[in-house]
């Protein structure tokens, strides 16, 4: 664990889910933990914990270096598991997009709510893709119910966040006119495929894994909103510093056992 | 539909298409409490995250020769019935509520204001009924033990009593509702084994039924520290079947 730092990664489409083939993102995750082999454990409770969702994940991770779980809420019943003691022994929790609605209103009736506060606090970094992004700000913008309309967050972050903001444009007009009239408090509009860093609840880094996506600064002021792009770093196919022999090595028994 | 429809609920301690492959004894007798020849029914698979699996199942079971089936999903509003929940929920004859997590399950509903909205359908004569957390949810408190420790959870209280489930299925799930009887904070209620289910029509019993032979429901009642627990007459579906034809 990063002891004293605070960190979130939420990301406005990407990773795995979204970019199967293209892991730089979920690599880049990986990479915050600050350790050669973290500790992943996906929640993939927005969804519903369907068995193809936590299987892609699986797939995404098995063969990387770290040392990956699932938590599912809704098999608690066949897999019983210790929720809190299994989270905060964690590097990095990272939750999956669906209804944020849904999300937020099982975590609280799991009391997940507080025990995630407790890992944040603890360092272990949080991270998220859509719903599983938007959760960590005080708005965010969902289609929970349908139609895009704004839904209460865990309020780490402050201020709001609309993903999908080039994937789903349907969500944009209605977050800007949110912001606007102050019904949503300003934030950001995260692109598919870029990712904003948080250092306790200063935005530190905006990275991206594709040319041409952005995030928005978004901010009101007396009726009139105001749209700023921030330009993302480009992330290398490898990011970071170059694996260590061993652990190539480590990664390829990895990926032999998982073509079995 | 008729006019006055009184407010019925079904609550199996587990059974029906869910558990009882091949054993349509259940599902049966809720379709028919609609009164209904080719009955509206709606399927919410919230309790299972709206498994896929479950949802197929449904529509295996409930298909369209004898019924018109719907499913609500709140985790792809976009997905099954469409429009407005609330509208579709009071237009229906009968809803369904499949098992799984009922602390997900009521947290969920809750969220998307589906607690209103089906006591209102309660209220106007929609058949209620499901099993297991689909049991649970309707009573005021419900024994749970899906979630590591067994607990108590507050259902929507349509029902003023407590319930357990799967009372003769999983193992110390009487121990456990008597310990919670007896700690005091839970209200008297009925207990159900798989395969019974109980019918009430307002808040009382009407009758206790079973799709197997030796599945019972049981009245349970606490008096000065005392479980009394008193198993309710139990029909058995296919007798019932039998001397109806």
Known sequence: MSQGSRRIFGLGGGGFTIEPENPVLDRFILSLAGRPIPRICFLPTASGDPDDHIARFHAAFDGELCEPSHLSLFRLGRRPVAVA??????????????????????????????????????????AGLSAGS????EVGVTTSAGKPAPARGLGLLPGSNCVHYDGEPARRPIYLEGVRTGRIPGGYGVDDGVGLLFEGTRLDRVVTSRAGAHAYRVHGRDGV??????QPERLSAAPGHEAPADVVELRRVHELRRRG | MTAARLPQIVAFGGGGFSREKGNRLLDDYVLEQTAVSRPRVCFLPSASGDADHYIVRFYRTFDAARCEPTHVSLFRRD???????????????LIYVGGGNVISLLGVWRAHGLDEILRECWQAGVVLCGL?????????QGVTAFVGEPRVVDGLGFLPWSNAVHYDGER???????????????????????????????????????????A????????????TETPLRTRHLARMAAMAA
């Open chain 1, 85 to 126: 003691e299994h989270l905060l022994s964690q590097d990095i929790i990272y939750v999956g997009g669906g209804s944020m609605v849904n999300l937020l209103a099982i975590w609280a009736a799991h009391e997940l709510d507080r025990i995630l506060v407790e890992c944040w606090r603890q360092g272990i970094v949080l």
């Open chain 1, 134 to 137: 938007m959760c960590w700000f």
């Open chain 1, 225 to 230: 909103v105001t749209e700023t792009q921030l």
């Open chain 2, 79 to 93: 997905d099954g019935a469409s429009g407005d929940l609330r509208t579709h929920l009071l237009s229906q004859d």
């Open chain 2, 132 to 140: 297991s957390a689909g049991s649970l949810c309707w009573f005021a």
């Open chain 2, 172 to 214: 110390g799930r009487r121990e456990q509702y008597h310990g919670f009887l007896r700690a005091g904070g839970l209200r008297p209620g009925y207990a159900c084994d798989d395969g019974a289910a109980l019918h009430f029509v307002g808040h009382d019993l009407e009758r206790a039924v079973s799709s197997r032979r030796g």
């Open chain 2, 216 to 227: 019972r429901a049981y009245r349970v009642e606490i008096a000065a520290d005392e479980v």
